[in-house]
């Protein structure tokens, strides 16, 4: 299947990641705004919450996402982790992964595209899935009939009809009953190392 890479994606993403045979990321697309690109959605004590990422905007002709630069006057790391620690710090987990995370939010990362790879390759380490991933070299119009196409259909404003994810514990349940596809954050600070096991259990359609 051909996936975009996102930022600390949702976990019907990591589901397919956990099931696919062959994972084509898409390295040669334009920069599409208001995705999960630059977005992961949480939950905190005031509800769900999206983290944004803010670009360097460009006029005129579209941009390469792999070109897309984060803004440099903003202090978005910072926001960014006092909101995963305010959100998840009575999480089970929290503590026991909070050193893997913080130094994404301490180093500078100039470009979008880097920092989303580097942070997933944490996040797959740390839920153990190794899927066999290769970045694509062109930008493929229209995948084959062997691959299934993905890059637009894990989106914000999308509810999707193709993953079926079992509840698990979330922190703020009791106030807000369960919410699904929230960030894999969500999921590997409630859950740890069971986190796995909830991906495998969930149910695919293609």
Request: aromatic share 14%.
């Amino acid at each position: 299947m051909i996936l975009s890479p996102f930022y600390l994606a949702p976990t019907e993403y990591y589901a397919l990641l956990a099931k696919a045979d062959k994972i084509l990321l898409e390295n040669c697309e334009h920069y599409t705004k208001q995705t999960y690109r630059n977005r992961c959605r949480i939950v905190s004590a005031n509800g769900v919450q999206d983290l944004i990422i803010p670009v360097e905007k460009v006029s005129g002709a579209k941009q390469l996402t792999r070109d897309v630069r984060i803004a440099e006057k903003s202090d978005w790391q910072q926001q960014h982790w006092r909101s995963i620690e305010a959100a998840y710090n009575s999480s089970p987990f929290f503590e026991f992964y909070k050193d893997d995370f913080l130094p994404f939010y301490e180093k500078k990362w100039t470009f979008l595209q880097d920092f989303n790879l580097e942070i997933q390759a944490k996040v797959l380490e740390l839920i153990d899935i190794q899927p066999n991933i290769e970045l694509t070299k062109t930008y493929q119009i229209a995948p084959s009939e062997n691959i299934v196409d993905f890059r637009n259909e894990i989106h914000p404003k999308k509810q999707n009809n193709f993953v079926s994810l079992p509840n698990y514990y979330q922190v703020f349940e009791q106030k807000f009953g369960f919410i699904p596809n929230l960030s894999i954050i969500d999921l590997l600070f409630n859950m740890g190392n069971e986190a796995i096991l909830i991906l495998k259990k969930t149910n695919t359609y293609e």
